[in-house]
């Protein structure tokens, strides 16, 4: 298209040139003069002289000659056109169109990777948020697990201390009403010297089987009266088998016993 285009430029420069030259030269219209010769003049005399030849009488032409055609300008020679010129200017249109598609495509890039670039560290920044969401609250959890634990642990300990306290209040309880029939029976067996006054205190230990029965009664302190000493001895023996204890693990196989005469 370019190619074609820049040959009919150049062809109607030429025609332009060649019809101007052609109007410039045209031929001029001939003109006609005629010439007269002015009346001869009376003869003067004068001194003889030698006669000379006339000269010739110059021969008129009655038809003048035309003017000298003026010169014609040199018509200027048409410019070959460059075969090539089409295909360089083809080119140096593509290499602007292409010069601006690199731009466009470059500008393009710069903003996708600045789009790129902007969504990475958006995403770094929510990663960054959440991670320490998390460790805040894996830290809450663990400190409330901490304090569950604590909690739990502590209510363990005051259960097992309450029971314990519970328990040994009841071990105790009933090691007390183990004792308080051992002595009960034992003491209905006693038989009081006459003339017992006050109220010393005898203790014996006893040693037992498991079914009650008595193998051995040692005086450990004496009350001071020999015969009530002998009188509690005496019961102990006479007891045998003595009450067994309503929760196996209370029985001992050596109990230390207290007697007084007014209990």
């Given at each position: ?11 109607a ?5 060649v019809?101007?030259?052609r ?19 009376a ?6 002289v030698?006669p000379?030849?006339?000269a010739p ?6 038809t ?7 010169m ?10 460059d075969?090539?010129?089409a ?9 602007e169109?292409?010069?601006k598609?690199d ?12 789009s790129?670039e ?5 995403e ?10 998390q460790?805040r609250?894996?830290?809450a959890l663990?400190?409330?697990?901490e304090r569950e634990k604590?909690?739990r ?8 201390q309450?029971?314990a ?12 009403d183990?004792i ?11 038989i ?12 014996f230990?006893?040693?037992q089987?498991?079914?009650?029965e008595?193998?051995d009664?040692?005086l ?18 006479k007891?045998s088998?003595l009450?067994r ?5 209370l ?6 016993l ?6």
């Amino acid at each position: 298209m370019a190619f074609a285009l820049a040959i009919a430029v150049h062809a109607a420069f030429i025609a332009v040139l060649v019809f101007s030259v052609r109007w410039q030269n045209a031929p001029p219209e001939t003109v006609t003069a005629e010439l007269y010769a002015p009346p001869a003049k009376a003869p003067v005399q004068e001194a003889p002289v030698a006669p000379t030849e006339p000269a010739p009488a110059a021969k008129l032409d009655p038809t003048p000659e035309p003017p000298p055609k003026p010169m014609a300008k040199p018509e200027p020679k048409a410019e070959k056109p460059d075969p090539h010129a089409a295909e360089i200017a083809l080119k140096a249109k593509q290499e602007e169109e292409r010069k601006k598609r690199d731009a466009i495509e470059r500008e393009k890039q710069e903003r996708e990777k600045k789009s790129a670039e902007k969504k990475k560290n958006d995403e770094q920044k929510r990663l960054a948020e959440i991670r320490e969401r998390q460790l805040r609250e894996a830290e809450a959890l663990r400190v409330q697990a901490e304090r569950e634990k604590a909690e739990r642990e502590k209510a363990a300990r005051d259960a097992r201390q309450t029971a314990a306290a519970a328990e040994t209040a009841a071990r105790s309880r009933a090691e007390a009403d183990y004792i308080r029939r051992i002595q009960s029976k034992v003491k209905g067996n006693v038989i009081l010297p006459p003339e017992m006054a006050g109220s010393p205190e005898a203790i014996f230990e006893v040693v037992q089987l498991p079914t009650g029965e008595i193998i051995d009664a040692v005086l450990k302190k004496s009350s001071g009266v020999r015969a009530y000493d002998d009188a509690v001895q005496r019961a102990i023996v006479k007891s045998s088998p003595l009450p067994r204890p309503d929760r196996p693990e209370l029985f001992q196989r050596a109990l230390t016993l207290v007697f007084r005469p007014q209990d």
